[in-house]
């Protein structure tokens, strides 16, 4: 399978009009073809299929590389898979589309792929730290989607209860960040955390959540 080959699977889903109205919704020049995300979806399983890891990431990025917004959303579905026997070519690629963010959509789905491959090696947060300075807002903001496991574990153990500690320090030092995507991705590592941590949850807004701005700190404690 080639990105050429893979990119016409695509546009065989695409719907008259919607190319239009996606370019719209997302706020972006990128090339749109109309495809719906369960027909992304069931391309990429036929994808996943025939092909090897080494085939996967290869169509992968060729995928990313042709900047069209379908084309890049099954790029991140072709590499979220929980287990991946030697990922560090996967890890390595999805780490390369980090700079190219420039909206959520593109950013959170290849967030959840990231997410695997730090859920299956937890070092890789150390790559994922030199993120939180970034001058790239979005790049930033991948530091906190990224690791949202790590506020979902109800028994956690001491290492991720030292991850959990170690981005809630992330947050810490965004909290003077008005950007709005940065304060509502403090609010939604906050607000899952929550759920499972409260008495973290309620120490960071005790000592932050003045600095953070109201309807991120109102999301952070929507279930305290």
């Not at 299956?120 to 991948?142: C, K, N």
């Not at 609010?187 to 309807?215: C, I, N, V």
């Amino acid at each position: 399978m080639t990105p050429d080959a893979a990119i016409a699977a695509l546009k065989s889903h695409a719907v008259s009009g919607k190319a239009l109205q996606m370019a719209a919704y997302h706020k972006s020049s990128r090339p749109f073809l109309g495809v719906a995300n369960p027909a992304i979806d069931e391309e990429v399983r036929k994808w996943r299929a025939d092909l090897d890891v080494a085939g996967r990431v290869q169509l992968a990025d060729g995928l990313w590389q042709s900047n069209i917004h379908e084309a890049r959303i099954a790029a991140t579905k072709l590499l979220t898979q929980a287990r991946i026997r030697d990922d560090a070519a996967v890890w390595d690629l999805i780490k390369s589309w980090v700079p190219d963010f420039d909206g959520w959509a593109l950013a959170d789905h290849a967030s959840m792929a990231g997410r695997k491959r730090l859920q299956a090696d937890p070092a890789r947060v150390d790559q994922v730290e030199q993120w939180t300075t970034s001058p790239h807002m979005w790049t930033r903001r991948t530091a906190l989607v990224i690791t949202l496991p790590w506020t979902r574990q109800n028994h956690p153990k001491p290492a991720d209860l030292a991850i959990r500690d170690r981005v809630l320090g992330w947050a810490a030092s965004y909290v003077d960040d008005k950007d709005w995507f940065i304060q509502k991705a403090i609010a939604w590592w906050l607000r899952d955390l929550s759920k499972h941590d409260a008495d973290r949850t309620r120490a960071f807004l005790d000592q932050y959540g003045e600095r953070m701005k109201p309807f991120a700190r109102k999301e952070a404690s929507k279930y305290l």
